[in-house]
């Protein structure tokens, strides 16, 4: 399998997910099920199958964050030379020509990608036309409203 860019944070966020997964989840579930089995007919039992649903959920979370991190390409930007070109994992603060407005986003693998915090995913439209890119360059990203021109005013290795 490829390798899988990720953060420093969105690792550690990753492997505290894990943790509580295997050490409050897991325990917490399994004695559900222990409990629901002392109410007696499993077939009718919905405290039993609704334990046993989240057991699998709970199972596939954790086959899924084991298998992420163990293909985990960890990026710290802080401890790579500062080119100014945009990588993944700095922050970039871009100028939108059409509204007059900065933004401000740090470049993340999938995972971790959050709009609503400013983390954009490596893959997305925007960062694909970033990267590259460093202060005073602009770059064209097709959105489904049209063409939309940024102008990269800083990239921070933060």
Do not use: W
């Not at 405290?47 to 649903?53: S, T």
């Not at 970033?130 to 990239?155: F, H, L, N, R």
Request: with cysteine.
């Amino acid at each position: 399998m490829n390798q899988i860019p990720m953060t420093v944070d969105g690792a550690e966020a990753l492997r505290t997910e894990l943790r509580r997964l295997k050490h409050e989840d897991r325990p917490r579930i399994i004695q559900a099920i222990a409990d629901a089995r002392e109410h007696g007919d499993l077939k009718e039992n919905a405290e039993y199958h609704a334990a046993r649903e989240q057991q699998g959920f709970c199972e596939g979370r954790i086959q899924e964050i084991e298998a992420k991190l163990s293909n985990a390409q960890i990026i710290d930007v802080k401890k790579m030379p500062n080119t100014g070109k945009i990588v993944f994992g700095v922050t970039v603060t871009l100028y939108n020509t059409s509204t007059d407005k900065e933004v401000r986003y740090k470049i993340v693998g999938d995972d971790e990608a959050d709009i609503k915090n400013n983390l954009i995913s490596v893959n997305s439209p925007l960062a694909r036309a970033m990267i590259g890119k460093q202060a005073d360059d602009t770059a064209v990203v097709t959105t489904p409203s049209g063409e939309v021109e940024y102008e990269v005013v800083a990239v921070e290795y933060l």
